[in-house]
């Protein structure tokens, strides 16, 4: 009889001490967003042959406006994207030209990668449009993770539904899986490399993976983050495409 | 008459110089023709094509649609009117709805137009009735150049990713049940046509359509709220655009050929003035009026043209009826334009083309030769007799 006590008593203690899904993202949002970050980042785009890295720099203000300019190969060097709310532009100096990225452009692989340029746009304010359940916990990658699962409550999301294994003691989602309707997975996405940033934790490496796609997928690795730094009003701005 | 007979018997008096001028000439008649015939002979096969395969009797367009911007087509599509509903279950109308998806054959990506067909329509040449479901399979129909350029069979199993009407990612494997060929490569290339029940269905559009597709025995109004008909003056317009720059890039090369006719007809004039001035002199003392020995000189010249267009008949007639039953072949990849071309063209010679050209030819030669003998009408007769030179 004690035993049993001593073991339910446990298990409410278990419960308690594990929070809502809600609860999860918000730490998560906590950890990883801030007003303002500059990054310097490669991105290495693995295809079927072969496998070439892309380097560039962005400067981003919230989840609303980020410029990214890429640095090399010779190819793209110059070649700027800037993201203002839901609109997106890409300037490159080959053409001289802006054009603004909407319709089915919007689906084209960035660079080749495994991102489009939709995935570029994805509103991260995943409370708003998902009910996040906790449906078990896990060790991934050797930490211990609370496995989210996210379903959407309205009509408007790219993703019916999301996984996410998120590290229990860093809130830093180590892994995420978007699933179609049909319940087909479509994208994953795997957080490595964590490191102490000032207060948080970050990834240095994220390796993107369209499932329905041949190839090794496409890895960002993060060179150089700095959170909440001075952006001139002017750099997020169309006038800073040329 | 006298200048008629006058004027063959000098010609054929120039012996070589004559043959010369009235092969380049005969050339530049047979060349115009049949480049001419090819812009029309394609024009009449895409258009026949392009009714068959893809405008029918002309399309209504939900008005929302817009062919030329991309983006509009989320929201190009709406309930099919009652209006055309009696004519959709006949199969009288090809009832159609479109989103972009994306293909991976063999784990490619490739951006695609998923169209949703229905079964029974006759509007079109798109061999519907070959999409049948078998339990849980959707059927799909892609044309011959998409085949190719995917790697797929008939009976491969392909995996599609779309969104639905609420912008949602949605994937699942189609089954190739036909493959068609088409010399129309908008309903071809990077084109997959699934039944429209289940279009609707996984888009979440119930009963809606992007466009109607008028055929030949349907009776339908001219206006309908929400939808715009496009005849086929609108629907033709970027091939007749086509059709045109084509015919204006290919008279290049039969202008330089009438070019260097003319400019030979041309120097045999100067020539025959410079050459002749004892006989045009006799002419006016023999009481010939100046303008009379004008008007004989410029009928030699002009009898250039006549002469050219008889050789020219005795080998272009057979040339040009052979040409238009074995047809000319198009250079490969010609259709990856986007614009309808048979593998093979077939030249249509219109009788407006040919008497067109014949009297353009004749007026064009008749004038270059009329240019050098005005010069005759300003000589002196007592010194063209006696030979010198004016």
């Known amino acids: 009889m004690i035993r049993i006590t001593v073991a339910l008593l446990l298990m409410a203690s278990m419960l308690s001490a594990q929070p809502t899904g809600k609860e999860i993202l918000d730490r998560i949002d906590e950890n990883m967003s801030s007003d303002t970050r500059y990054l310097k980042s490669k991105m290495v785009i693995h295809g079927p042959r072969t496998s070439r890295t892309i380097e560039s720099e962005s400067w981003a203000k919230g989840d609303q406006a980020a410029l990214t300019e890429y640095l090399s190969p010779a190819r793209e060097k110059g070649t700027k994207m800037l993201k203002l709310e839901d609109k997106l532009w890409i300037f490159s100096p080959s053409t001289d030209r802006t054009i603004q990225i909407s319709g089915h452009m919007l689906r084209q692989s960035v660079m080749g990668s495994d991102l489009s340029y939709e995935d570029m746009m994805d509103d991260p304010n995943l409370t708003s449009k998902y009910d996040a359940v906790v449906v078990g916990s896990e060790t991934y990658n050797e930490r211990e993770c609370w496995i989210v699962e996210m379903h959407a409550k309205v009509d408007d999301v790219a993703y019916q539904m999301r996984k996410l294994w998120v590290d229990n003691e860093r809130y830093i989602p180590l892994k995420e899986e978007l699933y179609a309707k049909s319940g087909k997975l479509l994208k994953k996405t795997e957080l490595t490399d964590i490191k102490r940033i000032d207060s948080r934790w970050y990834p240095g490496k994220i390796v993107f993976k369209d499932m329905l796609k041949k190839g090794a997928g496409t890895e960002f690795i993060v060179d150089e983050i700095r959170f909440n730094v001075d952006i001139p009003e002017h750099l997020l701005s169309k006038a800073a495409l040329r | ?390």
């Not at chain 2, 009407?165 to 129309?184: L, P």
């Not at chain 2, 050219?308 to 040409?323: K, M, Q, R, S």
């Open chain 2, 1 to 390: 008459m006298i200048a008629l007979k006058l004027a063959i018997r000098n010609l054929l008096g120039a012996g070589l110089r004559t043959f010369l001028i009235v092969i380049v000439l005969s050339v530049a008649y047979f060349l115009i023709i049949f480049m001419n015939g090819i812009y029309q002979g394609w024009d009449k096969q895409a258009r026949i094509e392009m009714i068959a395969w893809e405008v029918g009797e002309g399309q209504y367009w939900q008005e929302n649609f817009d062919p030329y911007d991309p983006v509009t087509l989320v929201d190009a599509h709406a309930v099919i009117p009652e209006a055309f509903k009696k004519d959709v279950e006949n199969g009288n109308v090809a009832a159609l709805l479109y989103t972009q998806a994306t293909i991976y054959p063999e784990g490619r990506m490739q951006g695609i137009m998923l169209k949703g067909i229905g079964v029974n329509q006759k509007a079109i040449a798109i061999p519907s009735a070959q999409l049948i479901a078998e339990e849980g399979d959707i059927p799909a129909l892609i044309g011959t150049r998409f085949a190719k350029n995917a790697k797929l069979e008939i009976g491969d199993y392909v995996l599609i990713r779309w969104r639905d009407v609420n912008g949602t990612f949605d994937a699942t494997e189609i089954k190739i049940a036909g493959i068609f060929s088409t010399a129309v490569p908008a309903v071809d290339a990077g084109q997959v046509w699934i039944p429209l029940d289940m279009m609707q269905r996984i888009t979440g559009m119930p009963g809606e359509a992007t466009m109607i597709v008028k055929g030949r025995d349907a009776e339908m109004p001219a206006d309908v709220a929400g939808w715009e008909f496009k005849d086929h003056s609108y629907l033709f317009a970027a091939l007749e655009a086509l059709i045109q720059s084509k015919t204006i890039g290919g008279s290049v090369f039969y202008g330089i050929m009438l070019a260097l006719a003319l400019l030979a007809v041309f120097d045999t004039q100067v020539l025959s003035i410079f050459r002749r001035q004892r006989e045009i002199g006799t002419y006016i003392s023999m009481g010939m009026t100046r303008r009379e020995v004008v008007g004989l000189f410029t009928v030699e010249g002009a009898m250039h043209a006549v002469l050219a267009l008889f050789v020219g008949a005795i080998y272009g007639i057979p040339l040009l009826l052979y040409l238009q039953n074995k047809g000319i072949g198009m250079p490969e990849g010609t259709d990856e334009f986007g614009i309808a071309a048979a593998e093979r063209i077939m030249p249509y010679y219109s009788v407006a083309l040919i008497v067109g050209t014949v009297i353009v030819v004749m007026i064009a030669t008749t004038i270059i030769s009329y240019m050098p003998v005005r010069k005759i009408s300003k000589m002196n007769p007592n010194d063209a007799i006696r030979g010198k030179i004016q």
